[in-house]
């Protein structure tokens, strides 16, 4: 039973244009979303979170969306740049200090 | 935020043998965690490495297949056991990143590939 879903395999984007990745939960008990970036051959990074109590995040070009009455959060990369090219994983948890359960990823392929 | 090196970084194994994943920390830390990502799936915690005290397996994981060993704050390794083409994953060590937000850093993975 897949708790988060990233149901966007790939995605392509123009270098400059807006990047927005989506991500869907089941758990009603998640209060806590992060994003986290691959590139080959390395280990994922964090990006950004969001904590339930709050609906926007940004930071810099990151800006993460949560929507808690549809369980979906996105995450908005504006503008776009080649070096964002990577695959991004939603995860969630519930509560703080908790396991985090993730999504199967989104591969961001941007175009220069 | 700690940096963690694991060792194989890839290998290729043959069916019924077992390997050993070696993660190094360059800090001190309570928890170590280890995930699993087969192909075009997501990152799946198998087990929670606590130094001193036996691991702490998640549905689906048993001790007989991961064996994992935590002998200090800074080491763990995690061995999978008789190797089958499904265990064909890239394995990932985490910590907790020290900032208090519940953040993981990972090291860069063994893709193990069995034939």
């Known amino acids: 039973d897949q708790q988060v879903k990233q149901n966007s395999p790939s995605l392509s984007v123009q270098e400059g244009r807006i990047s927005i990745l989506n991500c869907d939960y089941t758990n009603s008990m998640f209060d806590y979303f992060l994003w986290y970036k691959k590139y080959p051959a390395e280990g994922p990074t964090f990006l950004i979170s969001i904590s339930s109590i709050k609906d926007k995040n940004e930071d810099g070009r990151f800006t993460v969306f949560l929507n808690k009455s549809a369980k979906h959060l996105s995450l908005h990369i504006v503008p776009s740049q080649p070096g964002d090219s990577a695959v991004y994983f939603c995860?969630?948890?519930?509560?703080?200090?908790?396991?985090?359960?993730f999504g199967a990823g989104t591969i961001l392929r941007v175009k220069s | 935020s700690a940096v963690i090196s694991q060792k194989p970084s890839r290998d290729i194994c043959q069916r019924g043998t077992s390997l050993t994943i070696q993660c190094q920390v360059d800090s001190q830390v309570t928890m170590m965690f280890w995930y699993r990502q087969q192909p075009g799936q997501s990152l799946t915690l198998i087990a929670t490495?606590?130094?001193?005290?036996?691991?702490?397996?998640e549905s689906g994981f048993v001790i007989d297949k991961f064996p994992i060993s935590r002998p200090n704050l800074t080491f763990s390794t995690l061995t999978v056991s008789n190797m089958s083409p499904e265990d064909s994953s890239i394995y990932l060590c985490?910590?907790?990143?020290?900032?208090?937000?519940?953040?993981?850093?990972f090291g860069a993975g063994s893709r193990l590939t069995v034939l």
């Open positions: 490495a606590n130094q001193g005290s036996e691991a702490t397996y």
């Open positions: 985490s910590v907790r990143v020290p900032s208090g937000a519940n953040v993981l850093t």
């Open positions: 995860a969630a948890s519930e509560g703080y200090g908790n396991k985090l359960v």
